[in-house]
């Protein structure tokens, strides 16, 4: 099962990410965006699925009313097997979050 988890148990579905690839396609990143996130606390965000975890500390909040109203984070990926492995991952998410394109 593919997750995405800023508190470990706690599955979050980001409202939105970003794809940005070097012209070369040696380096990209994906940045995602959680508005009203269920997590409460977190260390970064951890992206699990069958292959095993990536994860990033490169996270952005915002708060409201002691509560996060919303979370930004960005995964860079270093190399096109980096890049690959996430397109797999995302496949995975997306498909078991219904997030899947028809």
Same mark, same amino acid.
């Given at each position: 099962?593919?997750?995405?988890?800023?508190? %470990?148990?706690?599955?979050?579905? %980001?409202?939105?990410?970003?794809?940005?690839?070097?012209?070369?396609?040696?380096?990209? #990143?994906?940045?995602? !965006?959680?508005?009203? %996130?269920?997590?409460?606390?977190?260390?970064?965000?951890?992206?699990? +699925? !069958? !292959?095993?975890?990536?994860?990033?500390?490169?996270?952005?909040?915002?708060? #409201? +009313?002691?509560?996060?109203?919303?979370?930004?984070?960005?995964?860079?990926?270093?190399?096109?097997?980096?890049? +690959?492995?996430?397109?797999?991952?995302? !496949?995975?998410?997306?498909?078991?979050?219904?997030? #899947?394109?028809?």
């Amino acid at each position: 099962m593919a997750s995405i988890e800023f508190t %470990p148990g706690t599955t979050e579905v %980001p409202s939105n990410v970003r794809l940005k690839r070097s012209k070369t396609g040696n380096r990209g #990143a994906a940045v995602f !965006e959680f508005e009203e %996130p269920v997590a409460q606390e977190f260390l970064g965000m951890t992206m699990t +699925d !069958e !292959e095993g975890e990536m994860m990033t500390r490169e996270v952005r909040v915002k708060f #409201a +009313d002691g509560k996060f109203k919303y979370i930004e984070a960005i995964y860079e990926m270093k190399s096109p097997e980096e890049w +690959d492995r996430f397109m797999r991952f995302m !496949e995975r998410f997306s498909v078991e979050n219904n997030l #899947a394109k028809k």
